[in-house]
Structure formats: structure tokens, C-alpha cells
């Protein structure tokens, strides 16, 4: 049986959705012991909500189980695509199920910020009088997008993103799984795939599964029947299409990348020939002029922060005068950077705080340096016991800003060459003080 023969065309995570809170993963504070949405559940005794938390994390999911489980009529809308009419269209079907039937209505929301606030006023008075229970799911701070009225009539449940271990956890099932995941296909999945889906899914189980699904199919069986799915092949599922944009030749890349070795090498007579090659042949100045401001960053940095100032200097310069007097400028930016002091630091910085993101995925920010303009965000802890460094001497104060996990990275090295020497020593003293109040 192929991969995408099974019973329904339905994508690997709507066919994970769990059908209970036992079955639901994550989420603890509000689906474990205690929870307010268990306690609800166990209660019978569901009251209009807004589930805000980030994409995959389980919003649609738990409307459903609430409404399962007290056998509540279940509807839903999105707000993209859905207007005044769709609205009364559900109201007036579940003033029929309360009337007619004796049941209770579930109308969940996706995505309630899309609705503007004529809309979301549509929904006051069938709330207050208990013709729905509105289950709200947003992505966006409710603070903002969500009125006032219907604000203070819903409690805001606030979901995380799934941690790595409830994530392996969630994947392992739809492995395992023969009834409704990919337990028939005798699935081997090594240990460094798992990792990678788990982390690069940035704690959305809907992400992870999906891609799952496709590694799962890019991995061949073997001869046995089974199939052993790679970190390789979780990379390429992961993978997206990069567009090529540039169409000019192989000696357009060739003389580029010989004018940024010669300025990297602080040969600036090299640098000049390659710089006036270029513009002989007729490469457009613009084009080298960018090239330049990338290098200003990349080669050069902290170590001479004018490169940059120079570099963008040089490029408002040639605009206002163009060919040929403005190339003038060029050449006169070429030859500062070659002859700059030279620092990759904030080249390698960057490099390596992406490879740590896409390892570690987007994790929250510490409550301590979150914004709170809203009274619902400082009750939750935002901003809570920050210290303000214009209050401490030298307006340093030893305190975290790196999330949870991450603690104490070490992403920015500068060199001791040129300014960067200055900001080494700088942030050398720093360390000293965090080392002694530690």
C-alpha cells in the first residue's frame, strides 16, 4: 500500500487530532489536573473563552474536545471568508438546537482578530444570553484585536507553543499509530530525525506531522517493508524552493567574488583592478556599489564602523552624480574598505544564532523583558521585575535576556583589532561584574 493510500485524502495531522484531554498533549497549566479547561469539561460547564497561543499548538482541537464532551453541538468559522451573514446563519441554527433540542452550542471562531469590530459586536448579544458559547482562537495579542466588550464577557486561556518533549511525544504516536498515523508502514525513525522535526517545528504539531508525512514518503522501503526515515530526509521535507534571480554568466560571479577576496585580503591595488574590470565591461555600478555595503558588514564590522558610513555614502554619492563622475566614489569606497581593519565577528554572530534558532526553534521571550501596556498582560506576568539598567551604576545591571535554554550564549566575539579592541573591553568588563555578583 502507497503512502497516500489510506482511507481519507486527510493530511497525517488531522487524522492525529485528539478525540479527548487524556489524548491531548501539552498544555498542561489548562488541560491537566486543575486546568481550567478540564475543570470546565469535568463540570459540564463550558463558558465563552479565547484561546490565544501561537499556530499548531492545539486551539481547534481542544474547542472540539470540549464540545464532545459535553455533548455541545459543535460550529465553527473562520473569519477569513466568513461575514454579518454567516454569523446570523449559526445563531439562528443554534437558537433551533436549544429551542427544538435541549442542546447547548459551541461556536468556535478561528482566527477572531480577522473580524473587524462591527462583527465582533454581532456576537455580544448571543453571548450574554447563552444562545452560543464563543470559543474565540487567536494568534494575536487579544489585548489589541479583540474588543473591549466581548473581551470582558470571554475568559482568555493562553496557550504555549509545544515543548521539544511533548513534541518527540506527538510524533512517536502518529509513528506508532496503525488505525489513524503511520503505524502500517513499519516506520523506522532515527533518533537525529526526531530531534530536528521536534526542534524545527518552532512547537507547532501541526508543522511537525505534516512534515513527517512527507519524510516518511521521501524515505524508499527497504527490501524487509519497513522504512528508515533520516535527519536527511526530514532536511529535504523541511526544504524550501530558493529562487535563482540572477541570470548573468560564470565571469560575473567569477570578477565579483575575486573583488571581495581582494578587499578581504587588504590588497588594495588588486581590489581597484577588479572594481574597474567590472565597470569596463559594463556591470552595473549599483550592483558592485551593494556588493560593497555587504562587505562594509561582513569583513570589515566593528572593527571599522565608518566602513559602512563610507560604503553608503558611496552609493547616495554615485545616484546624485552617476556615470562616469560618480565611480569616482566607488573606487574611493573600494579603496577604504581594503585598507580597513578586518573583523568577521558580527558576520559569524549572525551565522551562528541562526543555526541556534533553527535548532532550537522560536522560543518565548522571558516574562521579565516582555512589553505590558494592558492590564491582562501585567495580571500574566509581563514585564514582571525588570530592571531598568539607567538605574545602576554605569547603567549596567547583571541581569538574562536570552530565553529559557539559552542562558549565558556567547554569540558576539569581537576581535582586538581596530574599534572592536574598544568594544572587547568593554564587554570584557561587563563579564567581570556578572561574574562577581554572580
Known amino acids: 500500500m502507497s503512502l497516500f493510500e489510506r482511507k481519507n485524502d486527510e493530511p497525517l495531522a488531522e487524522k492525529m487530532r485528539p478525540q479527548t484531554l487524556d489524548e491531548f498533549i501539552g498544555q498542561e497549566a489548562v488541560v491537566g489536573q486543575g486546568g481550567i479547561v478540564r475543570r470546565a469539561v469535568e463540570a459540564d460547564h463550558i463558558f465563552s473563552m479565547i484561546f490565544w497561543g501561537p499556530p499548531g499548538c492545539g486551539k481547534t482541537t481542544l474547542a472540539r474536545i470540549m464540545a464532545n464532551a ?23 441554527e443554534a437558537k433551533n438546537r436549544r429551542d427544538f433540542h435541549a442542546q447547548k452550542s459551541i461556536l468556535f471562531v478561528d482566527e477572531i482578530h480577522r473580524f473587524n469590530k462591527a462583527q465582533q ?30 473581551l470582558s464577557r470571554c475568559r482568555v486561556v493562553v496557550l504555549r507553543p509545544l515543548s521539544s518533549e511533548d513534541m518527540k511525544t506527538v510524533i512517536q504516536h502518529a509513528v506508532e499509530d496503525e488505525d489513524r498515523g503511520l503505524g502500517v508502514y513499519r516506520i523506522i525513525l532515527e533518533e537525529e530525525a526526531r530531534e530536528l522535526l521536534a526542534q524545527g517545528a518552532d512547537g507547532d504539531a501541526r508543522k511537525a506531522l505534516n512534515t513527517l508525512e512527507l519524510a516518511v514518503f521521501l524515505a524508499r522501503p527497504e527490501e524487509s517493508g519497513s522504512r528508515v526515515v533520516t535527519a536527511e530526509h526530514v532536511a529535504q521535507a523541511w526544504q524550501k524552493k530558493q529562487l535563482n534571480y540572477d541570470k548573468d554568466g560564470e565571469q560575473h560571479y567569477d570578477i565579483i567574488s575575486a573583488l571581495h577576496k581582494s578587499m578581504r585580503g587588504s590588497d588594495p591595488d588588486a581590489s581597484l583592478y577588479w572594481l574597474m574590470r567590472m565597470l569596463s565591461a559594463g556591470e552595473d555600478p549599483l550592483y558592485v556599489a551593494r556588493r560593497m555595503v555587504r562587505f562594509a558588514s561582513e569583513d570589515v564590522g566593528n572593527a571599522d564602523p565608518h566602513a559602512l558610513v563610507v560604503s553608503m555614502a558611496a552609493v547616495q554619492a554615485y545616484q546624485f552624480l552617476g556615470s562616469p563622475e560618480g565611480e569616482l566614489a566607488l573606487v574611493q ?52 521585575e525588570y530592571k531598568y539598567p539607567h538605574d545602576y551604576e ?3 545591571v547583571p541581569e538574562e535576556y536570552l530565553p529559557e535554554g539559552l542562558e549565558g550564549t556567547s554569540f558576539y566575539k569581537p576581535t582586538p583589532r581596530g574599534y572592536e579592541s574598544v568594544i572587547k573591553k568593554r564587554m570584557d568588563h561587563w563579564a567581570g561584574i556578572k561574574k562577581e555578583k554572580s
Not at 559569524?348 to 492590564?375: C, D, E, F, Y
Open 333 to 384: 569606497a573600494c579603496l577604504y574598505l581594503a585598507t580597513a581593519p578586518k573583523s568577521n565577528a558580527a558576520y559569524m554572530a549572525q551565522k551562528l544564532v541562526r543555526k541556534k534558532i533553527s535548532q532550537t526553534g522560536g522560543k518565548p521571550v522571558p516574562m521579565h523583558i516582555r512589553n505590558a501596556p494592558t492590564g491582562l498582560m501585567k495580571e500574566l506576568g509581563y514585564g514582571a
Open 121 to 150: 459586536d454581532g456576537f455580544l448579544p448571543h453571548v450574554e444570553s447563552g444562545v452560543i458559547t464563543l470559543i474565540g482562537a487567536t494568534t494575536e495579542n487579544p489585548s489589541f484585536e479583540v474588543i473591549s466588550p466581548l
Open 70 to 92: 459535553t455533548k455541545s453541538h459543535f460550529m465553527q468559522l473562520s473569519a477569513v471568508g466568513s461575514g454579518v451573514k454567516q454569523i446570523r446563519e449559526v445563531v439562528e
Open 394 to 396: 554605569g547603567a549596567y
